[in-house]
């Protein structure tokens, strides 16, 4: 059964599209049948970031208004067999996606992916709505910092009563928290909420937790989802998260600052 | 700590409406800062329809706490609760509007409503209004939610948002919780933010009632 899942936070900026390409890219990695699509109509960038800009010629909203099916509107990844990429359209306005319309898309898609990946665009009016709605899972992106912890726990709040699982009393929607640009050395400095202090407040299951890393601005602009850079902690983290989301059982890493020295060799990584 | 305000709306115009306030607010701002306030719709001439959204706005605009509204008919009530208004009973007996019903039962009715019961998490932006009687919540209330009861409130977890218990006047409702981090507690109108509340209280059980018209905090073993 084809899975759909919300990649969202309420604030802008936090990493949502930085993670729907890694999470996407991972699940493809691992055999599934994965498309990714970008909710943020008027503001695309997934294309970008997934390396596919240039062979964009129909978009969502194309699809949604009929002037392209979806066959010619998918783009293949260039890499990975099984990873597509439904991109959003620049130009049109956000009123072009309609209910309906979504849940036409991703009834079709359903019957030939094993995972839907939803990158919702900022905030909660009507694209972020429209994105979570039909949401099976949630990953609830998030930085340590006040502000988006409140945004997300309010995106929480709609998860559980707006979406179409709460609306129609089904299970609802599995939320996960992955907490990104994590700087470990600023938390032991009190500059920014520690897990434990995002954790307390929102009470979902830890999905992951992603560092700050230059690798994620350097994927960006090649157009590499970062986790296919085995190299840098983002990659090695994401790769974490997307084995978790599978269901395996994997340590959380990069949580503690990096000790120099004596103490480091004495008692190795604590994470 | 301010008892709750009540504003009567006389008509339609909010642009006057605004002007008055402003007028008022600028007389004495700190006392209308965070002030909680009833919007009253009942000895409002019947005319042009009210755009509530636009009035909710305007009491956030002059830092007031939108605590609910009454006294309207059912569809201005309706217009009001989309526009985020809590409805609250109507202060004078008498002025529910349900001519056509059937009469009631003679058997002897509660004076109490059941208590409303919340098991989940209240999240940021969310708001629960126990109507005419207690409120339990069995998970926290987080940063940025609102809870209010005509009677008491209980929150047997953190309570990180804001409380207002006694919301139509009972100045016997109290406030319990198992670790008050509130950013604001009010009973019947007499209200503290945060900052204001006292520092032994913080992340303690306590019970929270009104005492010679204060608010008065007693922390659990
Ligand atoms: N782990 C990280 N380390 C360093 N930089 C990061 C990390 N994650 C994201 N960023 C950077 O943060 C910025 C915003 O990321 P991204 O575009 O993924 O956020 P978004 O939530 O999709 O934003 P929007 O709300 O605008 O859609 C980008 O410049 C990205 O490179
Ligand atoms: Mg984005």
Not at chain 1, 18 to 30: E, F
Not at chain 1, 236 to 262: C, I, M, P, S, W
Request: net charge negative.
């Amino acid at each position: 059964m084809a899975k759909v899942i919300v990649v969202t936070s309420g604030k802008g900026g936090v990493g949502k599209t930085t993670t729907s390409a890694a999470i996407s890219t991972g699940l493809a990695l691992r055999g599934f049948k994965t498309v990714v699509i970008d909710f943020d109509v008027g503001l695309r960038n997934l294309d970008l970031i997934m390396g596919c800009e240039r062979r964009v010629v129909y978009d969502f909203v194309n699809v949604i208004m009929g002037d392209a099916n979806l066959n010619q509107a998918l783009i293949k990844d260039k890499q990975l067999e099984n990873l597509f990429i439904l991109p959003a359209s620049q130009t049109r306005d956000k009123d072009a996606l309609t209910q309906e319309g979504v849940e036409k898309v991703l009834n079709e898609l359903k019957a030939s992916f094993d995972f839907i990946v939803c990158d919702s665009p900022a905030g909660i009016e009507r694209g972020a709505h429209l994105a979570m709605y039909f949401a099976d899972e949630a990953i609830v992106v998030t930085n340590p910092e006040v502000s988006s912890v409140r945004d997300s726990d309010r995106m929480l709040g709609l998860l559980s009563s707006k979406s179409r699982r709460a609306e129609t009393g089904q299970s609802p929607v599995k939320e996960h928290l992955l907490l990104t640009r994590y700087s470990p050395e600023r938390v032991e400095r009190g500059e920014m909420l520690s897990v434990e202090d995002v954790q307390e407040i929102l009470s979902i299951p830890l999905l992951g937790v992603i560092p700050e890393s230059q690798a994620v601005l350097n994927a960006s602009n090649s157009g590499r989802p970062v986790i296919l850079d085995a190299e840098s902690t983002a990659g090695q983290a994401y790769a974490d998260a997307v084995a978790r989301f599978l269901g395996e059982n994997v340590d959380h890493r990069f949580l503690t600052a990096e000790k120099k020295g004596f103490l480091k060799r004495l008692f190795g990584s604590v994470a | 700590m301010f008892p709750l305000s009540v504003l009567y709306l006389m008509d339609a115009d909010l642009e006057a409406f605004a002007a008055q306030l402003a007028e008022r607010v600028e007389l004495a701002p700190q006392f209308f800062r965070n002030n909680p306030v009833i919007v009253d719709l009942s000895q409002r001439s019947a005319g042009s329809p009210l755009d509530y959204a636009t009035l909710y706005r305007l009491i956030k605009r002059f830092s007031m706490v939108p605590v609910g509204l009454r006294g309207g008919s059912e569809n201005e009530k309706a217009a009001a609760a989309q526009a985020g208004f809590n409805i609250l009973n109507d202060a004078k007996p008498g002025s529910e509007r349900k001519a056509a019903e059937p009469p009631p039962p003679p058997a002897p009715r509660p004076t109490v409503n059941p208590t409303l019961v919340v098991d989940q998490a209240v999240r940021s932006g969310h708001q629960i209004y126990a109507r005419g009687g207690d409120l339990v919540v069995l998970a926290p209330v987080n940063p940025g939610a609102e809870i209010l009861a005509d009677g008491n409130i209980h929150v047997y977890a953190p309570l990180r948002g804001r409380a207002l218990a006694g919301v139509s006047g009972n100045t016997n409702a109290r406030i319990f919780s198992d670790s008050l981090e509130a950013e604001l507690i009010s009973i019947a109108g007499r209200y503290q933010l945060s900052e204001d509340l006292p520092s032994s209280t913080t992340r303690k059980r306590v019970a929270i009632r009104l005492l010679d018209d204060k608010l008065h905090y007693d922390v659990l073993g």
